[in-house]
């Protein structure tokens, strides 16, 4: 029997961002001797970088890229086109490699409904089973897009019709692909309650945080507690690491730098750096002379990171992005520095508070003097933020670990 990865993004750790999908690979052929067969959106560079990686395991797999089609995040047309798009490369590489027809177990996540509602329904007639990682809830999600252009829009009656329509079949549709997983994995509590509800209490998803990689834990062990000169108010550099967009709000940032920028006179080498390539990234760090941005490889970014004082979370108030717990708080505590959440509250925000290793202010809702004194106010717990980090980083129970579905995923069972 093989295994079916299906990723809708395949990270590698040569970029900055969250590596998810490269360690569940990683930890699935690390601990199992079966082989599988990789499906991702991949180009020639990309494809021989993942070949590179796991090179010790080139019997083991098989990869088929497939062409990604860019979307613009902000456009719900664009979006819908991407994923339809995808779905229609994947559904050919299945007939194609006749991979319906092996005795097999699906890891896909969520992003396609179309495919996993396709994967669902011919599971009824296949021998296959499928496992669903559940990394945003992405109809919701889509539903809340809506409702945020409708606001934005002069057609808002049109918006409103198209989600009075469609959203019933769209829940309807995600709730079967639910039901009928062999197993359903989610990347943040904040899920585990919907997604119960939605299958009437039947289905109890499995919590695999995104913790600290164990693959890079030891990059920063030594270095975590070293940075001594830019505790202080006056000497606070931030950093920034991930996507901006309708998740991680990059209003938010703008308004942070617009503020510290008010107050730059107060500060010495005032500095926020954006590890990342989009077109946020960029904008805000041509609107700001102590903005810069940077796109360099996950284990680059760690340890440049230790050289800032602060790492900066901006979340989203809509309901579902405010109940995910991103890559970056784990970016954040595995390069020793305390987090400021700089949007409205949510999971990831209750997260920090709860572990004392930052604090949340709603930039948006409070005046910029206020800010700076919350701020001054929050330079004295730094040193008791940088010691509850050390204690997480050195906990086995925040180490990311995917053994448990890589012994799911090789079971028959």
Not at 49 to 56: C, G
Not at 235 to 258: E, M, P, Q, R
Request: a positive charge.
């Amino acid at each position: 029997m093989e295994v079916i990865f299906i990723f809708h993004s395949l990270t590698l750790p040569s970029s900055p961002y969250g590596l998810r999908s490269h360690d569940i690979l990683y930890s699935f052929l690390k601990k199992t001797k079966k082989k599988c067969t990789v499906i991702a959106p991949l180009n020639i560079s990309q494809k021989k970088e993942l070949e590179f990686y796991f090179r010790k395991f080139k019997n083991r797999i098989l990869i088929l890229p497939i062409k990604e089609l860019n979307h613009k995040k902000n456009l719900v047309a664009s979006r819908i086109i991407s994923i339809l798009f995808f779905t229609t490369k994947i559904i050919k590489i299945f007939y194609k490699e006749n991979l319906l027809k092996k005795e097999t177990n699906i890891y896909l996540t969520n992003y396609s409904l179309p495919l996993t509602l396709f994967i669902t329904i011919l599971s009824f007639f296949y021998r296959y089973k499928y496992f669903l990682d559940v990394r945003d809830l992405f109809v919701d999600g889509f539903i809340t897009n809506l409702v945020i252009k409708s606001k934005k829009s002069k057609n808002s009656i049109f918006y409103f019709l198209i989600i009075f329509f469609i959203s019933p079949f769209l829940i309807f549709s995600e709730t079967l692909t639910l039901f009928f997983a062999k197993k359903i994995m989610v990347t943040s509590t904040g899920y585990i309650k919907p997604i119960k509800i939605r299958t009437f209490f039947i289905k109890k998803p499995l919590y695999l945080p995104i913790g600290i990689s164990g693959i890079n834990k030891k990059l920063n062990k030594s270095k975590i507690n070293t940075i001594e000169n830019n505790t202080g108010f006056n000497k606070a550099t931030f950093a920034y690491c991930g996507f901006l967009d309708n998740v991680f709000d990059a209003n938010s940032i703008d308004i942070f730098a617009k503020f510290l920028g008010n107050n730059k006179k107060r500060f010495e080498g005032l500095s926020i750096k954006l590890f990342g390539n989009s077109k946020a990234h960029y904008s805000l760090s041509k609107k700001y002379s102590f903005v810069s941005n940077s796109y360099i490889s996950k284990k680059s970014m760690l340890i440049e990171m230790n050289n800032f004082s602060w790492g900066i979370y901006p979340s989203s108030s809509y309901y579902p992005f405010n109940t995910i717990l991103g890559n970056k708080i784990f970016d954040y505590i595995q390069s020793g520095i305390p987090i400021i959440s700089i949007g409205a509250r949510c999971n990831a925000s209750e997260f920090i508070e709860k572990n004392l290793i930052g604090f949340h202010i709603d930039i948006k809702k409070e005046s910029e003097k206020n800010f700076i004194k919350i701020f001054k106010n929050e330079i004295k717990n730094y040193e008791r933020y940088k010691i509850n980090i050390l204690k997480i980083s050195n906990s086995k129970e925040f180490i990311r670990n995917y053994e448990k579905l890589a012994i799911l995923l090789e079971n028959k069972n």
